[in-house]
Protein backbone atom coordinates (compact mmCIF):
# COMPACT_ATOMS: atom_id res chain seq x y z
CA UNK A 1 0.00 0.00 0.00
CA UNK A 2 1.18 3.32 -0.87
CA UNK A 3 0.86 6.35 1.35
CA UNK A 4 1.12 9.84 0.76
CA UNK A 5 4.36 12.38 1.84
CA UNK A 6 4.53 12.09 5.47
CA UNK A 7 2.76 13.97 8.13
CA UNK A 8 5.72 15.36 9.66
CA UNK A 9 6.93 16.97 6.20
CA UNK A 10 3.05 18.70 6.09
CA UNK A 11 3.54 19.84 10.24
CA UNK A 12 7.28 21.52 8.85
CA UNK A 13 5.01 23.67 6.28
CA UNK A 14 2.61 24.69 8.79
CA UNK A 15 5.41 26.09 10.88
CA UNK A 16 7.37 28.38 8.39
CA UNK A 17 7.49 32.02 9.23
CA UNK A 18 5.18 33.16 6.62
CA UNK A 19 2.86 30.57 7.03
CA UNK A 20 2.43 31.61 10.59
CA UNK A 21 1.62 35.06 10.44
CA UNK A 22 4.95 36.82 11.28
CA UNK A 23 5.64 35.83 14.33
CA UNK A 24 7.83 33.42 16.35
CA UNK A 25 4.63 33.60 18.91
CA UNK A 26 2.68 31.64 16.55
CA UNK A 27 5.23 29.36 15.67
CA UNK A 28 5.67 28.59 19.40
CA UNK A 29 1.88 28.25 20.30
CA UNK A 30 1.39 25.77 17.12
CA UNK A 31 4.72 23.34 18.06
CA UNK A 32 2.59 24.06 21.85
CA UNK A 33 -0.37 22.37 20.39
CA UNK A 34 1.19 19.91 18.72
CA UNK A 35 2.27 18.37 22.51
CA UNK A 36 0.21 15.57 23.28
CA UNK A 37 -0.79 12.12 21.44
CA UNK A 38 -3.10 12.73 18.49
CA UNK A 39 -5.40 10.06 16.65
CA UNK A 40 -7.62 10.24 13.71
CA UNK A 41 -7.86 8.62 10.40
CA UNK A 42 -5.91 9.53 7.16
CA UNK A 43 -8.34 9.16 3.98
CA UNK A 44 -6.49 8.90 0.48
CA UNK A 45 -7.08 8.61 -3.12
CA UNK A 46 -5.09 5.79 -4.38
CA UNK A 47 -2.93 6.46 -7.41
CA UNK A 48 -3.57 4.16 -9.79
CA UNK A 49 -7.29 3.59 -9.33
CA UNK A 50 -9.56 6.85 -10.61
CA UNK A 51 -11.90 7.20 -8.37
CA UNK A 52 -11.04 4.73 -5.39
CA UNK A 53 -10.18 5.86 -1.93
CA UNK A 54 -8.69 3.97 1.59
CA UNK A 55 -8.09 5.11 5.08
CA UNK A 56 -6.37 3.86 7.41
CA UNK A 57 -5.78 5.11 11.34
CA UNK A 58 -2.85 7.03 12.58
CA UNK A 59 -1.33 8.34 15.82
CA UNK A 60 0.94 10.58 16.48
CA UNK A 61 3.12 11.33 19.84
CA UNK A 62 4.24 14.76 19.67
CA UNK A 63 6.22 15.97 22.97
CA UNK A 64 7.57 19.77 23.04
CA UNK A 65 10.74 20.20 24.35
CA UNK A 66 11.06 24.37 24.14
CA UNK A 67 10.88 25.66 20.88
CA UNK A 68 10.78 22.56 18.65
CA UNK A 69 8.14 19.79 19.00
CA UNK A 70 9.86 15.72 18.65
CA UNK A 71 7.16 13.89 16.67
CA UNK A 72 6.50 10.00 15.79
CA UNK A 73 4.10 8.67 13.91
CA UNK A 74 2.64 5.65 13.25
CA UNK A 75 -0.32 4.44 10.52
CA UNK A 76 -2.28 1.24 11.17
CA UNK A 77 -4.61 -0.98 8.94
CA UNK A 78 -6.47 -3.39 10.33
CA UNK A 79 -5.02 -3.41 13.15
CA UNK A 80 -1.92 -3.83 11.54
CA UNK A 81 1.35 -0.86 11.79
CA UNK A 82 1.93 -0.07 8.03
CA UNK A 83 4.27 2.60 8.33
CA UNK A 84 6.58 4.62 11.01
CA UNK A 85 8.33 7.38 11.21
CA UNK A 86 9.45 10.40 13.46
CA UNK A 87 11.36 14.02 13.25
CA UNK A 88 10.89 17.42 14.38
CA UNK A 89 9.09 20.40 13.98
CA UNK A 90 11.05 23.66 15.17
CA UNK A 91 9.60 26.88 15.68
CA UNK A 92 12.25 29.29 14.54
CA UNK A 93 13.30 33.42 13.28
CA UNK A 94 13.55 31.07 9.57
CA UNK A 95 11.91 32.59 6.92
CA UNK A 96 11.94 30.03 4.59
CA UNK A 97 9.35 28.45 3.26
CA UNK A 98 11.01 24.99 2.13
CA UNK A 99 9.20 21.52 3.08
CA UNK A 100 11.75 19.50 2.25
CA UNK A 101 12.88 20.16 -0.95
CA UNK A 102 9.70 21.45 -1.61
CA UNK A 103 9.28 25.22 -1.73
CA UNK A 104 5.63 26.22 -0.89
CA UNK A 105 3.87 29.74 -0.99
CA UNK A 106 1.14 30.77 1.03
CA UNK A 107 -1.72 31.57 -0.55
CA UNK A 108 -3.79 32.08 1.97
CA UNK A 109 -3.53 32.38 5.90
CA UNK A 110 -6.79 32.92 8.64
CA UNK A 111 -5.37 32.85 12.72
CA UNK A 112 -8.51 33.01 15.71
CA UNK A 113 -7.70 32.68 19.30
CA UNK A 114 -8.53 28.84 18.85
CA UNK A 115 -7.47 28.36 15.69
CA UNK A 116 -4.70 28.59 12.24
CA UNK A 117 -5.88 27.69 8.86
CA UNK A 118 -3.02 28.02 5.97
CA UNK A 119 -3.36 27.44 2.82
CA UNK A 120 -0.08 26.31 0.78
CA UNK A 121 0.70 26.24 -3.18
CA UNK A 122 3.43 24.53 -4.31
CA UNK A 123 4.36 23.26 -7.83
CA UNK A 124 5.58 19.43 -7.74
CA UNK A 125 4.30 15.84 -9.13
CA UNK A 126 1.87 13.61 -8.02
CA UNK A 127 1.67 10.27 -9.56
CA UNK A 128 4.72 11.27 -11.52
CA UNK A 129 2.83 13.97 -13.24
CA UNK A 130 3.42 17.66 -12.90
CA UNK A 131 0.71 19.46 -10.82
CA UNK A 132 0.21 21.99 -8.62
CA UNK A 133 -0.55 21.24 -5.08
CA UNK A 134 -2.79 22.73 -2.23
CA UNK A 135 -2.48 21.96 1.12
CA UNK A 136 -5.09 23.45 3.59
CA UNK A 137 -4.17 23.56 7.33
CA UNK A 138 -6.39 23.73 10.26
CA UNK A 139 -4.55 23.39 13.66
CA UNK A 140 -6.15 24.10 16.91
CA UNK A 141 -5.04 23.03 20.64
CA UNK A 142 -7.34 19.77 19.93
CA UNK A 143 -8.14 19.33 16.16
CA UNK A 144 -5.97 19.01 13.03
CA UNK A 145 -7.01 18.81 9.73
CA UNK A 146 -4.73 18.75 6.94
CA UNK A 147 -6.39 18.35 2.96
CA UNK A 148 -4.15 17.81 0.04
CA UNK A 149 -5.40 19.00 -3.26
CA UNK A 150 -3.60 18.63 -6.84
CA UNK A 151 -4.30 20.04 -10.23
CA UNK A 152 -2.36 18.13 -12.98
CA UNK A 153 -0.91 20.90 -15.70
CA UNK A 154 -4.05 19.84 -18.30
CA UNK A 155 -6.67 20.28 -15.53
CA UNK A 156 -8.14 22.92 -15.02
CA UNK A 157 -9.64 21.79 -11.70
CA UNK A 158 -8.26 20.70 -8.22
CA UNK A 159 -9.23 17.39 -6.83
CA UNK A 160 -8.98 16.38 -3.49
CA UNK A 161 -5.75 13.13 -2.82
CA UNK A 162 -5.87 12.99 0.86
CA UNK A 163 -7.11 14.11 4.05
CA UNK A 164 -5.40 13.64 8.13
CA UNK A 165 -8.26 13.82 10.28
CA UNK A 166 -7.30 14.03 14.19
CA UNK A 167 -8.31 14.98 17.71
CA UNK A 168 -5.93 15.35 20.72
CA UNK A 169 -6.40 12.71 23.25
CA UNK A 170 -4.37 13.33 25.76
CA UNK A 171 -1.55 16.41 26.69
CA UNK A 172 1.94 15.87 27.58
CA UNK A 173 3.62 19.27 28.82
CA UNK A 174 2.60 21.96 30.80
CA UNK A 175 4.05 24.54 28.39
Do not use: C
Amino acid sequence: MKLPSTLLGILMAVLTHHAIGQTKEDKLQVVSWLDGKWEGTLNFKIFREKDLRDEVQLTIEGVRDGDKAKLAYTYYKDGNIVREGDGEVLADDDESTFLFNDRWSIAGFDKTNQAYEIILISEGRDNKKRATLKRTIIISEDELIIRRDVKYKKSSHFFNRHVYSLKKVSQYSTY
